[in-house]
């Protein structure tokens, strides 16, 4: 039978899918990483990030994501190729956000499952 | 750089503030469903010095483009998943990469967990101003 019966238990005050397409295109020369930077209003130091890609560029892969300043969105993005690859403007992101309740200095209070 | 004063995303509710054991909390947000689901996959080998996608139809969860995924599995033979997408309705299309030398085959009939967050049919992102506000 579908439909839920419980609400999950935790610390989360707050859980958003948002989308975000990028406004310039994103180059990562051969075997190396680089760090690109997304303006998204409300995102805040302490919140949990994932990234879906929605489109594939060979070679290219977001290893690491993480808000980095108020309303900032910093991405790792490695290349495992031998020759440059190019993430072009537009490519549209997915981002699962999750906000613990208690944030000081941009960590929850809590440190175990309780 | 100080932390900023928040206390919810509206700002003006300061919330219960958990710090102890057995509470219970429905978080707020534009998030109509969420489900831990477990698939077995048998990936096919990765090229060395690669990052390849790979598609899996039929996952059986019933999962829409929309849809945010994630994936985690037991490392696969020395390559990662680093990415994982709703390429189309109910199939899963996962990233691999493998930065070694030689061709990798993830091991055949691995557990991946898959975490999904469906957003609400009818929400809209604000055009400007906070992405969060609820």
Redesign the interface.
Known sequence: MPGPTTYAQGNMAHEFVLQYATTAAITVTTQTSTVATFSIVGLLPGDLVELNQTSHVAGISATNQWVSAPNTLSVQFMNSTGSSQTIPSGTTFIIGVERADNVVNGLPVLSQIV | ?A??V?T??GGSNP?????????????????Q??GVFSLTLSPVAVAA?????QSFAATGIGLL??????VQCAAPNGC?V??????AADTL?L?F???TASSITPTASTIYTVNV???LANWA?PA???????
Do not use: I
Not at chain 2, 128 to 134: E, F, I, R, V
């Open positions: 750089m932390y900023p928040v919810n995303v919330g219960p503030a958990f710090d102890t054991p057995d509470f219970s909390a429905a978080p707020v947000g534009n998030v469903k969420v010095a690669s990052a390849v996608e483009t929309t849809d945010f995924v994630q990662a680093t990415n994982a997408r709703v390429s299309t990233q990469v493998n930065p967050l469906r957003p992102a400007s101003g906070n992405q969060l506000d609820w």
